[in-house]
């Protein structure tokens, strides 16, 4: 068995090379395998638009093609792609809104997998943010709002491809770098070896730091750039991280 985990893909364009490879790289999944979309796959998607699901028809055809044959795939919603329910639960999909533990029972392991942007209390202006956009209220309206004003607030609120690219830790300095990981390293400790332990393994997204502490934590980092994912294979009970195989 293998769970698959993806997450801050910030698909835009189907036609895209990473966009394309993701679509490929669910092909080798078998149906023993599980799946799970841990937050920002799209860097837009939002509620039940028609534009947005004409636009993502093959993802959502590879969806119900995986849950058709026995796949399990959860999706763990994010900050760019939420208020999916009802598109995804038709093609056989969970919707997860903050965090999932998966059972490995061979080999008698947990796997905690969240999005990540529950991590860092210290960020405030994002958490009040998070808070609003998730809020009954909100959640309504957006099903009721025409696309092109979503995409303009979208617009208004996210950065471009190319500065968050410049804006990658990566390229931080290493005081603040470090920082960002004793944030994100002491939570996935906590829910390792805290009082209350939940997990063997924690893999977290959202910050963009391609960062690991083997043997319990890794982060996704930032695929568009970084071009892997990461993949447990109960045979090994390792995870690893696999590059996407058709982006040049």
Same mark, same amino acid.
């Given at each position: 068995?293998?769970?698959?985990?993806?997450?801050?893909?910030?698909?835009?364009?189907?036609?895209?090379?990473?966009?394309?490879?993701?679509?490929?790289?669910?092909?080798?999944?078998?149906?023993?395998?599980?799946?799970?979309?841990?937050?920002?796959?799209?860097?837009?998607?939002?509620?039940?638009?028609?534009?947005?699901?004409?636009?993502?028809?093959?993802?959502?055809?590879?969806?119900?093609?995986?849950?058709?044959?026995?796949?399990?795939?959860?999706?763990?919603?994010?900050?760019?792609?939420?208020?999916?329910?009802?598109?995804?639960?038709?093609?056989?999909?969970?919707?997860?809104?903050?965090?999932?533990?998966?059972d490995?029972?061979?080999?008698?392991?947990?796997?905690?997998?969240?999005h990540?942007?529950?991590?860092?209390?210290?960020?405030?202006?994002?958490?009040?943010f998070? $808070?609003?956009?998730? $809020?009954? !209220?909100?959640?309504?309206?957006?099903?009721?709002?025409k696309?092109? !004003?979503?995409?303009?607030?979208?617009?208004?609120?996210s950065?471009?491809?190319?500065?968050?690219?410049?804006?990658?830790?990566?390229? !931080?300095?290493?005081?603040?770098?470090?920082?960002?990981?004793?944030? #994100?390293?002491?939570?996935?400790?906590?829910?390792?070896?805290?009082?209350?332990?939940?997990?063997?393994?924690?893999?977290?997204?959202?910050?963009?730091?391609?960062?690991?502490?083997?043997?319990? #934590? !890794?982060?996704?980092?930032?695929?568009?750039?970084?071009?892997?994912?990461?993949?447990?294979?109960?045979?090994?009970?390792?995870?690893?991280?696999v590059?996407? $195989?058709?982006?040049?």
């Open positions: 068995m293998q769970v698959w985990f993806f997450s801050d893909l910030h698909l835009t364009d189907p036609e895209s090379p990473l966009y394309v490879s993701f679509l490929s790289e669910l092909d080798q999944i078998q149906p023993k395998d599980l799946v799970v979309l841990a937050g920002d796959i799209f860097d837009l998607f939002v509620g039940n638009h028609k534009k947005f699901i004409r636009k993502n028809q093959t993802f959502l055809k590879k969806m119900g093609e995986l849950t058709a044959k026995g796949t399990p795939v959860y999706f763990i919603e994010g900050n760019h792609d939420f208020n999916l329910h009802s598109v995804l639960e038709r093609k056989g999909v969970r919707v997860v809104p903050d965090e999932m533990v998966i490995i029972p061979e080999n008698r392991r947990k796997i905690y997998v969240a990540g942007d529950l991590a860092n209390p210290h960020d405030r202006n994002y958490l009040r998070r $808070s609003c956009v998730r $809020s009954p !209220w909100i959640k309504v309206l957006l099903n009721f709002l696309v092109e !004003w979503i995409e303009a607030i979208a617009r208004k609120l950065r471009p491809p190319q500065k968050q690219i410049s804006d990658l830790p990566s390229e !931080w300095d290493s005081q603040k770098r470090g920082e960002l990981r004793k944030i #994100y390293r002491d939570f996935a400790n906590q829910k390792v070896t805290g009082l209350s332990p939940v997990s063997d393994f924690v893999i977290l997204g959202h910050c963009h730091d391609l960062d690991e502490v083997p043997p319990f #934590y !890794w982060n996704m980092g930032y695929p568009p750039v970084h071009r892997q994912y990461l993949v447990y294979d109960s045979g090994t009970d390792q995870i690893k991280r590059p996407f $195989s058709r982006i040049p």
